[in-house]
């Protein structure tokens, strides 16, 4: 605890490092590149999101005020330096957007962090709708609803790099991905890193040791505006197009749901968050029109049954997996993995068929969902989602309090209930 | 010219609506004196604690730590003057350990303020005061468990660590040994005996014993009234105090 950098941070920290120079090697393609490019921007996002909810208790409604206001910001320096106007190498426009980010949050996070709480939550959601206004008040800014869109390779090349080619573009935002991730991983263990925690846990407290909390409060949220407004500037490079959605109420929301369905509690969680937020929103959304509706069934049942979100869930299993008692519950799973499929697969298909009620009526009655024929016309396909939906559904109800009780009991027996700090992370 | 009280009250009142809670409350504590605060449960004991540390603002009089007046002031900015006080209810950071706990305590008085300039585990001095002060309250073995997980006793001897941390040479302490046995309340009354050596202390309390072990005077409040103020036997022989509170137990 006294060390400056656990033997874990130099296992974690130069793993990443190598993942992201190899990852295009492995997931090649300007696709693949392109995902990977947007889950950086998602990772820079959602972890400065949760220097604000998960470390400093402060659930921020409009959080892509920060990072779209850092976005337009980046955008008109790309623009007025690729007219003439001076001399920035675009690798700094990302460093443009942290800088409106935090400009932007210096005036915004005062009114925002004098209380916590709910009022908090009421205060970011507000400013998020008087942000989002102005953007059709001011379209000298904003752009109106075209936005604004701009040109990375603007005939200046530094250093070799012209940014054109997507692969150089990649090896740029996997930087910042990286570099962002680890300040904001170092600034945990910094004296206002922690007293931030501090903070969340007890502002009372914290003012009887000498702080303002409305004052460390107030300097978190500098940091993650910065830190957003950063992500901002990434998408505005990568994008080279930055419009009014991305200061909407629904980004906030995504920030908020990719990173409490990826863990709130330790540092890794916003990163698998962010992986996710990229993965819903580009690929299952290209794959089915209600990808919404799963999404928010996904929620859900995170919040109810795995509230650490994706990355408490593999913490816990890890820590059975060293205590060696995962493979005792291993078949429970296996059960329960195999009735949820099965469920989920009746539920999908009766959610595939309304919505292609609705959206496709058009078309005729008939399609194809995961290779199975299915026609709304007929009850046959109606009964067969329900036929599986009770297939699934019922033996799971068997399962998964069997399951649970093991799972307790393993836990239980490893000692895991007063868990030691340093067990907190997956890391 | 004799240096000014420690702690000073002068005059204090607070009425939330119509109902007096402190009325017209004089005290003076001289530096390194010990004075525990006594009175029957509603007697406004918390709330006296609360004007002091500025968690709540008197509605006349005022309240002056080494001769300034400290009224008026934000909580924070009267731990800085070197006032640290503990709570009746454990009032811990419950998801951090008891390391963390304690150092944060410990970085304002180091003068480390807001930083994030530079890494904890660097500031050498920050961690071996957190060491010296962990081992001082016996929870050594414990640095590493999360505040929220400690059985009740040790999360009151971090309360004590918390309130001691920053160094502060006035010392309010809120029922320190509410909850514990007989021999826990007599470890736990050495064990602030020697934390607080040399420091101005005050300090509610109900368990007699542990009043009669660490006061030096002792200030009888009923219904917002200092009835009387001054050394142990006097206060016992003073008829007022045994007609209203001591009646029973002497």
């Known amino acids: ?427 | 010219m004799t240096p000014p009280p420690a702690l000073a009250l002068v005059a204090l009142h607070k009425r939330f609506g119509a109902t007096e809670v402190v009325c017209s409350v004089d005290v003076c504590v001289q530096a390194g004196e010990r004075v525990a605060l006594i009175g029957p449960n509603g007697a406004g004991k918390s709330t006296l604690f609360n004007l002091i540390s500025g968690h709540a603002r008197p509605s006349s009089g005022s309240v002056q730590l080494h001769g300034r007046s400290i009224s008026g002031l934000q909580p924070f900015e009267i731990a800085r003057l070197g006032l640290a006080r503990s709570f009746q209810i454990s009032n811990l950071f419950p998801q951090l350990s008891v390391y963390e706990n304690l150092r944060c305590s410990v970085l304002w008085s180091l003068g480390y303020g807001y930083t994030f300039a530079r890494l904890l585990g660097s500031l050498r001095e920050a961690s071996a005061r957190t060491d010296a002060l962990m081992e001082r309250v016996g929870l050594t073995a414990q640095a590493q468990t999360l505040a929220a997980h400690l059985p009740y006793a040790q999360q009151r001897a971090l309360e004590l660590g918390i309130t001691l941390g920053s160094g502060a040479d006035v010392v309010l302490l809120d029922e320190p040994t509410a909850g514990m046995n007989r021999s826990e309340a007599a470890h736990f009354t050495a064990l602030i005996r020697s934390a607080t050596a040399g420091k101005t202390l005050l300090l509610v309390e109900h368990d007699m014993d542990v009043v009669a072990d660490l006061a030096d005077k002792i200030a009888v409040l009923v219904q917002g009234r200092i009835i009387a103020f001054g050394a142990p036997q006097a206060v016992r022989a003073d008829p007022a105090v045994q007609a209203a509170y001591l009646g029973a137990v002497v």
């Open chain 1, 1 to 427: 605890m006294h060390r400056l950098f656990g033997w874990r941070d130099w296992i974690v920290w130069p793993s990443c490092a190598v993942l992201l120079v190899l990852a295009p090697l492995l997931f090649s393609g300007s696709f693949a590149l392109a995902l990977l490019s947007q889950m950086g921007i998602a990772i820079v996002a959602c972890l400065s999101f949760n220097l604000l909810f998960g470390q400093g208790g402060m659930l921020s409604f409009g959080h892509a005020v920060y990072a779209g206001l850092g976005g337009f910001v980046a955008m008109h320096a790309l623009n007025m330096f690729s007219a003439g106007g001076g001399w920035l190498p675009v690798s700094l426009v990302p460093l443009c957007g942290g800088l409106g980010g935090l400009a932007f949050a210096l005036v915004f996070a005062y009114p925002s962090t004098r209380r916590a709480g709910s009022s908090f939550a009421m205060i970011t959601l507000g400013l998020g709708e008087l942000v989002y206004a102005l953007t059709t008040l001011l379209p000298g800014f904003f752009g109106g609803e075209a936005g604004i869109a701009g040109n990375r390779v603007n005939g200046r090349v530094v250093g070799g790099l012209s940014f054109g080619p997507a692969i150089e573009l990649y090896y740029l935002l996997a930087l910042y991905t990286l570099v962002c991730a680890l300040l904001m991983y170092l600034f945990t263990r910094t004296p206002l890193g922690q007293l931030l925690q501090a903070v969340r846990d007890n502002p009372q407290r914290v003012a009887s040791i000498g702080y303002d909390p409305q004052r460390v409060r107030y300097l978190a949220m500098l940091l993650a505006g910065f830190f957003a407004g950063v992500s901002g500037g990434m998408a505005a490079l990568h994008f080279e197009i930055v419009n009014a959605e991305a200061v909407g109420s629904a980004r906030s929301a995504a920030y908020l749901v990719f990173t409490v369905l990826g863990g709130t509690a330790s540092f890794a969680g916003p990163v698998l968050g962010g992986v996710l937020m990229v993965l819903c929103t580009v690929l299952l959304s290209a794959w089915t029109k209600a990808w919404l509706l799963y999404l928010g069934l996904g929620f859900v049942l995170v919040v109810v049954y795995a509230p650490g979100g994706l990355a408490g869930v593999l913490a816990q299993q890890l820590r059975l997996v060293r205590d060696g008692r995962l493979l005792a519950i291993l078949p429970w799973y296996g059960a329960l993995a195999g009735c949820g499929a099965v469920a989920m697969w009746g539920v999908a298909l009766a959610v595939e068929m309304l919505y292609h009620q609705q959206l496709h009526a058009a078309s005729g009655s008939a399609f194809t969902f995961l290779g199975l024929a299915l026609d709304t016309a007929t009850p046959g396909s109606w009964l067969t989602a329900l036929g599986l939906l009770l297939a699934g559904g019922l033996p799971g109800l068997w399962v998964y309090p069997r399951c649970a009780a093991r799972y307790a009991q393993a836990h239980a027996a490893a000692g895991l209930g007063a868990q030691p700090a340093a067990a907190r992370g997956v890391w």
